[in-house]
């Protein structure tokens, strides 16, 4: 009886302490897999986990970046020059799809008044819609107004790829390229080829918070990043992938006079025959200097061309300089950017090796005239976003994403 009595006293312990094992393991495992549902990208705000980042310097010295996951815009703050940022913050009244990819990212802009603006593109249901969507903060990023859509058409179609430039006095200029033509036509069965370039203004400040909607110029490259900046008359010059006869995929420029007191006439910039029945997915860049110095880069692979060309412009891009080649062709040189800071001119863009990104640099002390020997500022082996060039006062910075490493900003 005692024995009988010891062995199931014994049975019941090693009940209990397997009941108790399990329950631990149990926990174990549920501990587990929420620590991976956590470091799962789609649950991330690390802008580690992005695949694009877009920066600028605020008017009072600070690095902001933004960038986009899971439906929601996030950004951090630098008050010295990207070494260190705030915690991420999330832009709570964005709740919807955000373009973030290569060619098209969020955008980022400031006036002088604490004002932060931000615009994007919004997928829609059908494959190469989208629509301009625009927020704006009066004090700093502590609040944001709810989205609204910037092209006024009200199509399911292509509106996308938007570049946005603000003034001290908060004048907001966003381009982008816009399908609403090409939907018409196709419902009329008539041919079509490419997309337009559209502009829309505003201020917020002025409460003028209804964006017009001006078409710039039409048979534009459908997914090609557009650039855009300021000269010393106030006046918009843009650049952007034109398509010229039979699919010739060049650049073209256009200033865009204050007021219509002439003309808006596009220039054609690169004249290197790319000819081809696609988006390259490659745009270019322009900086225009204190003197109304147009600085420009872009790529292409034509048949009189191949790779990164720089050329600048005196006089609106109605006569350009003769195009110097930059970067290595041959180890896939792409995806240039370029900014002008006095006589200096930065070029950035990347190469590859098979196995490593490079991050390339070039300067030119003389406003263009001749360049210093290339040299590489940084590699990955994990994948590279498109490299831009930023600037605060007389210094000019890179800032590089590299997607699952994190966000380089260097001093040039």
Same mark, same amino acid.
């Given at each position: 009886m005692l024995?009988t009595?010891?062995?199931?006293i014994?049975?019941?312990m090693?009940?209990?302490?397997v009941?108790?094992?399990?329950?631990s393991?149990a926990?174990q495992?549920?501990?587990?897999?929420m620590q #991976?549902?956590?470091d799962?990208?789609l #649950?991330?705000? /690390?802008?580690?986990?992005?695949?694009?980042?877009?920066?600028?310097?605020?008017?009072?010295g600070?690095?902001w970046?933004?960038?986009a996951?899971n439906?929601?815009i996030h @950004?951090?703050?630098?008050a010295?020059?990207g070494?260190?940022?705030?915690?991420?913050?999330?832009?709570?009244s964005?709740?919807?799809?955000v373009s973030?990819?290569g060619e098209s990212?969020? *955008?980022? &802009?400031?006036?002088?008044y604490?004002?932060v603006?931000?615009s994007?593109a919004m997928?829609k249901?059908?494959k190469y819609?989208a629509d301009?969507?625009f927020?704006?903060?009066?004090d700093?990023?502590?609040?944001?107004?709810q989205?609204?859509t910037?092209?006024?058409?009200?199509?399911v179609? $292509?509106h996308r790829?938007?570049?946005?430039?603000?003034?001290?006095? =908060?004048?907001i200029?966003?381009?982008?390229?816009?399908?609403?033509?090409l @939907?018409q036509?196709?419902l009329?069965?008539?041919?079509?080829?490419g997309s337009? #370039?559209?502009?829309?203004? &505003?201020? @917020?400040?002025?409460?003028?918070?209804v964006f017009?909607?001006?078409?710039?110029?039409?048979?534009t490259c459908?997914c090609?990043?557009i650039?855009m900046? @300021?000269?010393?008359?106030?006046e918009?010059a843009?650049?952007w992938r034109h398509?010229?006869?039979?699919? +010739?995929?060049e650049f &073209?420029?256009m200033? +865009?006079?204050?007021?219509d /007191?002439?003309?808006?006439i596009p220039?054609?910039?690169?004249?290197?025959h790319?000819q081809?029945?696609?988006c390259?997915?490659?745009? =270019?860049?322009?900086?225009v200097?204190?003197n109304?110095?147009y600085h420009?880069?872009?790529?292409?692979?034509?048949?009189?061309?191949? =790779?990164?060309?720089y050329?600048?412009?005196?006089?609106? =891009?109605i006569t350009?300089?003769?195009?110097?080649a930059?970067?290595?062709?041959?180890a896939? &040189?792409?995806h240039p950017?370029l900014?002008s800071?006095? *006589?200096?001119?930065?070029?950035?863009w990347?190469?590859y090796?098979?196995t490593?990104?490079q991050?390339w640099?070039?300067?030119?002390?003389?406003?263009?005239q001749?360049?210093?020997?290339? *040299?590489?500022l940084?590699?990955t082996?994990?994948?590279?976003?498109?490299?831009?060039?930023? /600037?605060? $006062? *007389? #210094?000019?910075?890179?800032s590089w994403?590299r997607? /699952?490493i994190?966000?380089l900003?260097?001093?040039?």
């Amino acid at each position: 009886m005692l024995k009988t009595s010891f062995t199931v006293i014994n049975s019941i312990m090693i009940f209990l302490l397997v009941s108790v094992a399990n329950v631990s393991l149990a926990a174990q495992q549920s501990h587990q897999a929420m620590q #991976l549902s956590a470091d799962k990208p789609l #649950l991330c705000d /690390k802008v580690s986990c992005a695949k694009t980042v877009t920066s600028a310097f605020a008017p009072n010295g600070d690095l902001w970046r933004v960038w986009a996951l899971n439906q929601r815009i996030h @950004y951090q703050i630098s008050a010295d020059n990207g070494v260190t940022f705030s915690t991420p913050n999330t832009i709570t009244s964005v709740k919807e799809k955000v373009s973030a990819r290569g060619e098209s990212r969020p *955008k980022i &802009a400031f006036d002088r008044y604490q004002g932060v603006y931000i615009s994007w593109a919004m997928p829609k249901e059908k494959k190469y819609t989208a629509d301009v969507r625009f927020i704006y903060s009066s004090d700093y990023g502590k609040t944001f107004t709810q989205p609204i859509t910037v092209n006024n058409d009200n199509l399911v179609t $292509g509106h996308r790829f938007n570049e946005m430039l603000v003034t001290e006095e =908060g004048d907001i200029s966003i381009v982008w390229l816009d399908s609403r033509l090409l @939907y018409q036509l196709k419902l009329e069965g008539k041919p079509t080829n490419g997309s337009a #370039l559209y502009l829309g203004r &505003a201020n @917020y400040r002025k409460n003028q918070t209804v964006f017009s909607n001006e078409q710039l110029a039409n048979n534009t490259c459908v997914c090609c990043r557009i650039a855009m900046d @300021y000269n010393n008359h106030g006046e918009l010059a843009i650049l952007w992938r034109h398509i010229y006869g039979d699919n +010739v995929r060049e650049f &073209a420029l256009m200033t +865009v006079p204050t007021g219509d /007191k002439r003309q808006k006439i596009p220039h054609q910039i690169s004249y290197d025959h790319w000819q081809i029945n696609g988006c390259p997915h490659q745009g =270019g860049a322009i900086s225009v200097n204190d003197n109304n110095r147009y600085h420009m880069v872009w790529f292409n692979q034509g048949d009189l061309g191949k =790779g990164i060309f720089y050329a600048a412009s005196e006089d609106q =891009g109605i006569t350009l300089t003769k195009a110097i080649a930059i970067g290595d062709n041959s180890a896939q &040189a792409a995806h240039p950017h370029l900014n002008s800071n006095g *006589k200096n001119i930065d070029i950035v863009w990347t190469q590859y090796t098979g196995t490593e990104h490079q991050l390339w640099h070039q300067r030119s002390i003389d406003n263009g005239q001749s360049f210093a020997k290339a *040299k590489i500022l940084a590699t990955t082996a994990s994948g590279s976003d498109r490299p831009f060039i930023i /600037k605060k $006062g *007389k #210094l000019s910075f890179v800032s590089w994403h590299r997607p /699952k490493i994190g966000h380089l900003v260097q001093v040039l």
